[in-house]
């Protein structure tokens, strides 16, 4: 899944149309300002609980569409000390997003994170989803695809951090990768606050929703289910549902206290909770202070 999505020919670092009428799929941004608005008004607001205008990082800014309506949804002042910075490794989505937006790029949180000295507001729209999972079922097997791209399932010892297997559903995905990005890269943030805006919510919600699993691909605006899933890795893209007390849980091991887990409908003041208001969730986190002696 990662050399699918991100490898020397994957979806997201090869020159396509992902994103809009022309690409796979559409993102919130690219069909409402609101959006951007209120994650503006988190960012003051922010500003005012932290006391300091700290930096703000963007995770995965898509084609920079939500970044250049943050800025003009701000205030004149505020626009003026917005320190801005980019997290993306696909070269031609960063020639879209420099198109639109001024700031500062890096390839990776770390590496942001070094400029910003450890102190930033990080958001994030739809990008969690995009992470490489593991997928068990209820017997605790592993799958794995063999060389046709069949399903094979097989019994793993090895478990992943994840609260999804105190419940066991039929099907499942862990997002290890996440964790260990949490490890090695958010680990790094020592003052400020984290957005995290996505599809999923917790155990009860995805999976009755999807019992047999919530990977799936798209392409053209189409969604495909495994095994078509699994066909033409680099030219469609992969998600899943975001597990969402996985990323409460895997916070708090590194120092983040939750402030607050909301539908994307409360977050923009709107009544869509049947629709994709309800189906994303808004998660913010802060950095708690450190402890002293």
Not at 161 to 172: A, C, D, Q, T, V
Not at 178 to 188: E, G, R
Not at 273 to 287: E, I, N, P, S, W
Request: aromatic share 10%; with cysteine; proline share 5%.
């Amino acid at each position: 899944m990662a050399k699918a999505l991100y490898g020397r020919e994957g979806y997201y670092t090869t020159p396509r149309s992902i994103i809009g009428p022309r690409g796979d799929f559409t993102t919130t941004p690219k069909l409402t300002k609101l959006l951007a608005q209120k994650i503006a008004a988190w960012i003051e607001s922010a500003w005012e609980r932290q006391d300091l205008k700290l930096p703000v990082i963007e995770l995965g800014p898509g084609d920079g569409t939500l970044a250049r309506d943050i800025r003009s949804s701000l205030g004149f002042f505020s626009r003026q000390k917005l320190n801005y910075h980019f997290v993306e490794i696909s070269p031609h989505l960063v020639k879209q997003q420099q198109e639109k937006n001024k700031g500062s790029w890096h390839a990776t949180l770390s590496d942001a994170l070094e400029v910003t000295r450890g102190e930033a507001l990080i958001i994030s729209n739809e990008f969690f989803d995009a992470f490489p999972v593991r997928v068990f079922n209820h017997s605790l097997q592993e799958l794995y695809l063999g060389q046709k791209k069949e399903e094979i399932w097989q019994t793993c010892q090895d478990l992943p951090n994840s609260s999804l297997f105190k419940k066991l559903p039929i099907r499942f995905e862990v997002a290890e990768s996440i964790y260990q990005w949490f490890l090695s890269d958010l680990s790094k943030l020592t003052k400020g606050e984290i957005l995290t805006i996505d599809y999923g919510g917790d155990s009860k919600e995805i999976y009755h929703r999807r019992p047999l699993g919530t990977l799936r691909a798209y392409a053209h605006h189409m969604r495909l289910l495994p095994p078509d899933a699994y066909q033409n890795p680099g030219k469609q893209d992969l998600t899943f549902d975001v597990h969402f007390p996985d990323l409460i849980n895997w916070g708090n091991k590194i120092g983040l206290e939750t402030g607050s887990l909301i539908t994307q409908a409360e977050f923009l003041g709107t009544d869509d909770l049947k629709g994709a208001g309800g189906a994303f969730k808004v998660l913010h986190q802060k950095m708690c202070a450190p402890k002293t002696s």
